[in-house]
């Protein structure tokens, strides 16, 4: 067997022999097909980029037919029940689980540098006592780049080392205040006797006690969530960190380009709608009405299909076991019985099988974290926080990576051309 592809152009009956390396053909070998010298090559038209990849990337393998997710080689499933979302980030930005001193260190270093600076804080308060927690996110942690302006030397392996530490461990302190801001609450600072995930709930919650300990069980079930979340490949989001990161700004500019991208309802917004229809349905008794009415195409069961995953979402099974230890402590959500329901039935209808329909990680995720009493707004902000270690080893591997160049995908032009431009004196005579 070779490895190429041979093709044959029709308009002028030349074949190319195109090499292939990994399952994949080179966009610029297709260039090189010309009907003459000084037209250009032919191009993929590709919106969304459904089958065409922007790198090389040992970070996460997806099998979306066999429902397999891995970071760095080990299995979500794995490292959910057995990890803790810091060791899961180090994994991801290392490429190998850490030794234990390797893993005292990182912890060290990402819980002393949860602070900010006091103007950090000041601009923060300056949003409208309204602004959705998404739009303080992103513009902080772009603002975290003007204090620290030698995050620019991204050449630097120490340089870069430091601004993902300060990142990862910054995230939840601002995630944090984003949320405090908008209940009027006074912003509270890092503990740092608590672990990343202690630590987020208690500037999240704590109000006067000295100390705020969140229940253990809920503590795990955030961090598993965290996990879930913390990288999912060449995604929307992803994508637009690379995309950005790829002009060789600083590393604070390109995550703040993926909180915008994340903030978006296609992207990250699912779970909210999730809950909106489970309160629409309001009991089990109109589930059987409601399939109908996804049936018969009037609308979509939220929270169920993917654009990758066509046979389950390893991370929704995950996340409806999660579900029951939360719902241990804060009592059930009376929701859950409809979307328990709803899946089994959903299940079994050959509307759902034959079209490889299945729960993802939306489906329960809205459910949990609206019985840790955040607002929907909150679930993207929690989202991102997760992503984060995704975005920063997916931008240090496009950093040292030799192939890469600035992203300037190419546009199939379809407007007027050579046209002669009339003064405004003489067009509106
Ligand atoms: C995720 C999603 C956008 C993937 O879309 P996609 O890969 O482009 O799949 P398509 O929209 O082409 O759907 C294929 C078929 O399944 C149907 N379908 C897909 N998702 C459906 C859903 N949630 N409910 C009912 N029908 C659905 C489509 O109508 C289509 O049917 P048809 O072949 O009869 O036209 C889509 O499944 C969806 O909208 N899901 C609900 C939103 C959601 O949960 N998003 C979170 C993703 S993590």
């Known amino acids: 067997m070779t490895d190429s592809l041979t093709v044959r152009d029709n308009r ?10 990994n399952g994949a053909i080179k966009g610029a070998d297709l260039g090189k097909i010309k009907t003459s010298e000084d037209e250009p090559g032919l191009a993929v038209y ?21 429902g397999i997710l891995e970071y760095r080689g080990y299995p979500i499933e794995q490292l959910a029940e057995k990890s803790n979302f810091l060791e899961v980030a180090y994994l991801l930005i290392h490429g190998d689980l850490p030794t234990k001193e390797q893993y005292d260190t990182w912890q060290h270093e990402i819980t002393y540098h949860t602070f900010v600076h006091e103007n950090v804080k000041s601009f923060m308060e300056g ?8 739009g303080m996110l992103m513009a902080s942690v772009g603002a975290l780049s003007t204090f620290y302006p030698d995050a620019g030397q991204i050449q630097d392996p120490k340089n870069r080392h430091m601004q993902i530490i300060r990142m990862i461990a910054k995230m939840p302190t601002l995630g944090a205040w984003s949320f405090r801001h908008a209940q009027g609450k006074p912003f509270i600072y890092p503990d740092n006797d608590l672990s990343y995930t202690a630590n987020f709930l208690s500037m999240l919650f704590k109000m006067s006690e000295r100390r705020y300990d969140a229940d253990p069980r809920l503590v795990k079930a955030l961090d598993i969530l965290f996990i879930l979340h913390a990288d999912h490949e060449q995604n929307c989001s992803t994508n637009a960190v690379r995309s950005v990161g790829s002009s060789q700004v600083d590393p604070y500019s390109a995550v703040s380009a993926g909180v915008g991208a994340l903030y978006g309802p296609l992207h990250g917004g699912a779970n909210e709608a999730v809950l909106r229809m489970l309160r629409r349905i309001g009991s089990v ?20 299909g993917h654009r990758v995953y066509k046979n389950h979402d ?20 009376p929701l859950l019985a409809i979307a328990k329901e709803l899946e089994k039935i959903a299940l079994e209808d050959d509307y759902f099988i034959s079209r490889k329909l299945y729960p993802n990680v939306d489906f329960y995720s ?12 909150m679930f993207t902000v929690l989202f991102a926080i997760g992503r984060t270690p995704g975005w920063l080893a997916q931008w240090d591997e496009l950093v040292q990576d ?23 004196s003489e067009r509106w005579a």
């Open 402 to 424: 030799k192939e890469q160049r600035i992203a300037r995908p190419k546009q199939v032009y379809t407007g007027q051309r050579q046209l002669t431009f009339v003064p405004a």
């Open 127 to 134: 949003f409208r006592y309204d602004a959705h927690p998404m």
């Open 46 to 66: 590709d919106p969304g980029f459904v089958n065409t990849a922007s790198c090389r990337s040992a970070v996460t393998f997806i099998d979306g037919e066999k």
């Open 314 to 333: 390893p991370r929704a099974t995950i996340i409806k076991k999660a579900c029951d230890d939360v719902f241990e402590v804060t009592g059930v959500n």
């Open 285 to 304: 008794e109109n589930i059987p009405d409601f399939i109908k009415g996804v049936k018969d195409g009037n609308e979509r069961l939220m929270g169920f």
């Open 366 to 377: 809205g459910l949990i974290y609206e019985a840790f009493q955040f607002p929907p707004e």
């Open 12 to 21: 002028t009956g030349s074949e190319y022999d195109l090499p292939i390396t």
